[in-house]
């Protein structure tokens, strides 16, 4: 394997001098030894938010396994990550079960209620309120989370129920310490959190005043929220008091999340879709993801390119992911959607004969213009606010989880005496034809508005496999950059022999077809750039993407690489040391 043995020995011996002697070592280390991943024996644990994946590595220390951890996580992230983590949203996950050697997806995605209309979101004029798409009581789908989170525990976890959210209810009732991160995306958001009282009185006090980094934060209503969870498991939520009080929330403000939309909800399970790139098995995501088929389909094109030759970083290499993905992102705008409703044509997206095709009409001198690649309307996504985290515990289990509420804090809508935001993930449907969501882009008739339909999603949770065996779990947040960061890492581990930190450090880029823009992050050399505008692309400069959270195993040693283009991520191993003073 491409750095298996070797990395691991090296980073174990250079990890003491990186942190006490760097100034004198970096001169002679290369990129990868300066970005090491942490190591661990007996499991890993990766998440945006340090306490959350404290609470996961002490599962797995107490015996749970890789499923059990990961629903702790979940459940502790909707407590300490409100921006992202929640119960009142939905996701993806992928499981890898050791014991039986089996690969599963559960989707847990938003439903639409079941007065919801195709034109629901049109005003007397025929256009989109864009408003009422994202920031009202009609913007929430039906929350996912719970009945995802408790699918993958029973068919897969081995702790009791109640064990795994104990910490989260811990959390809520005795409130965190507010960092700086948290803090200032609370004060950011004031506006629309506090356009409704619950939401304000959550994050503010009676007179309006957010409280600073260093606070505790209590969230006495989430903890009793998940203790009734922890009790009655999902019956409280989708049927039982939760379920009347968001019910009686949408009722007085008009929205369609009703008892009866709140009963139908159903997480399922789904066949994984898989891939090879040069000889190494992609397991992930199938629609309603649009992300597993379009990380697949881009992978199969790059094939056809020296990528390794080419150098990480590179003009050419740049280049041809841009052109590639350029082309994906087109065949989103049109074939992808919820495969319930819409007969998504996967195989045929992920053949190797279409990506030969793809392959043959990249130019490697000049960029194409996105109007000369297929005519069609934009694909829609969820916002930067996702949030991803992996897990694999000593017995070779692994889970990728990605989920979200869309939009920073969801709608900024609470549910009163409950604790929680809902999502406003109804904007992630194509509300009209042609018509801009709030990020520019467009949507078709496969993601159009319909009752019980799951709307289209970005969301890449991955395992990458060697020689049988899992390599490497990874997802990201970032909207519709979530596939291209995905993307990346595995060629920046598979192609150029990066460590996982290495490759989560590296600088990216991303094309979506539409607009006709190449993004690159800082760290994109000046002479690079200049090549890849001589060639016709137009650059746009982007301070960062995504937050890939990765643990992995080597030669029997865990690791793990939390990305830190977000404050607060960490990887943590089970055994870990807290502060106690």
């Known amino acids: 394997m491409l750095y298996r043995g070797m990395m691991i020995f090296v980073g174990l011996v250079l990890l003491p001098f990186v942190?006490?002697?760097?100034?004198?070592?970096?001169?002679?280390?290369?990129?990868?030894?300066?970005?090491?991943?942490?190591?661990g024996s007996n499991g890993m644990v990766a998440a945006q938010e340090r306490l959350a994946a404290e609470v996961g590595a002490k599962i797995l220390e107490d015996g749970g396994n890789a499923v059990d951890a990961a629903v702790a996580v979940g459940f502790s992230l909707a407590v300490t990550l409100p921006i992202a983590g929640n119960i009142g949203g939905g996701g993806f996950?992928?499981?890898?079960?050791?014991?039986?050697?089996e690969q599963i997806a559960i989707d847990y995605r938003e439903m639409a209620p079941k007065?919801?209309?195709?034109?629901?979101y049109l005003d007397e004029d025929g256009n989109v309120d864009n408003e009422t798409a994202r920031f009202s009581h009609l913007s929430a789908g039906v929350p996912g989370t719970v009945a995802g989170l408790y699918l993958a525990h029973q068919e897969y976890g081995r702790l009791p129920w109640k064990q795994l959210l104990q910490p989260a209810i811990e959390q809520a009732r005795n409130g965190i310490v507010l960092d700086y991160f948290l803090a200032y995306l609370i004060e950011r958001r004031k506006q629309r959190l506090c356009a409704f009282a619950a939401a304000c009185n959550y994050f503010f006090d009676a007179n309006g005043v957010p409280k600073k980094a260093g606070d505790l934060l209590v969230q006495k209503d989430l903890a009793r929220t998940l203790a009734l969870i922890a009790e009655n498991g999902p019956e409280a939520f989708y049927r039982g008091e939760i379920a009347e009080k968001i019910a009686a929330e949408m009722q007085r403000h008009g929205g369609l999340v009703d008892m009866e939309s709140l009963a139908a909800y159903k997480a399922l399970t789904r066949d994984v879709i898989r891939g090879r790139y040069r000889g190494i098995e992609i397991v992930t995501m199938p629609p309603?993801?649009?992300?597993?088929?379009?990380?697949l389909q881009m992978l199969n094109v790059l094939e056809h390119f020296p990528l390794a030759d080419m150098g990480a970083g590179s003009a050419d290499l740049i280049h041809v992911l841009a052109e590639t993905a350029r082309l994906a992102y087109a065949d989103r705008s049109v074939h992808l959607g919820d495969p319930d409703f819409y007969d998504v044509p996967v195989e045929w997206l992920t053949s190797a004969a279409y990506a030969k095709q793809m392959a043959a009409t990249i130019d490697m001198k000049k960029a194409r213009s996105s109007e000369d690649v297929a005519p069609g309307v934009e694909p829609r996504f969820e916002s930067d606010n996702?949030?991803?985290?992996?897990?694999?515990?000593g017995e070779g289990n692994v889970v990728s989880n990605t989920y979200t509420l869309n939009f920073s804090f969801g709608s900024s809508i609470a549910v009163p005496g409950a604790g929680f935001l809902l999502n406003n993930e109804m904007d992630d449907f194509s509300a009209k034809p042609n018509s801009p969501n709030g990020y520019g882009l467009l949507g078709g008739k496969a993601n159009a508005i319909e009752t019980d339909k799951r709307p289209l999603s970005s969301m890449t949770p991955t395992i990458v496999f060697a020689d049988g065996e899992p390599w490497f779990a990874t997802g990201s947040p970032g909207g519709s950059r979530i596939i291209t960061t995905v993307l990346q890492m595995i060629i920046?581990?598979?192609?150029?022999?990066m460590n996982i930190a290495a490759a989560t450090a590296a600088p990216r880029v991303h094309h979506q077809w539409l607009p006709d823009v190449l993004r690159v992050e800082q760290g994109i050399s000046p002479d690079t750039r200049a090549i890849l505008e001589q060639r016709g692309h137009v650059l746009s400069s982007r301070s960062s993407m995504g937050s890939l959270q990765t643990v992995g195993v080597e030669d029997g040693v865990y690791i793990g690489a939390s990305d830190l283009r977000r404050p607060g991520a960490a990887s943590v191993a089970p055994g870990f040391q807290t502060d106690t003073d």
């Open 492 to 497: 920046n581990v598979v192609d150029h022999g």
């Open 115 to 120: 007065r919801a209309t195709r034109d629901m």
């Open 19 to 39: 942190a006490f002697a760097q100034v004198s070592v970096q001169p002679i280390m290369s990129f990868q030894d300066r970005h090491l991943p942490v190591f």
């Open 93 to 101: 996950m992928i499981i890898h079960d050791a014991e039986r050697d």
């Open 386 to 393: 996702t949030t991803h985290y992996s897990v694999i515990d």
């Open 288 to 295: 309603p993801s649009s992300g597993g088929v379009h990380l």
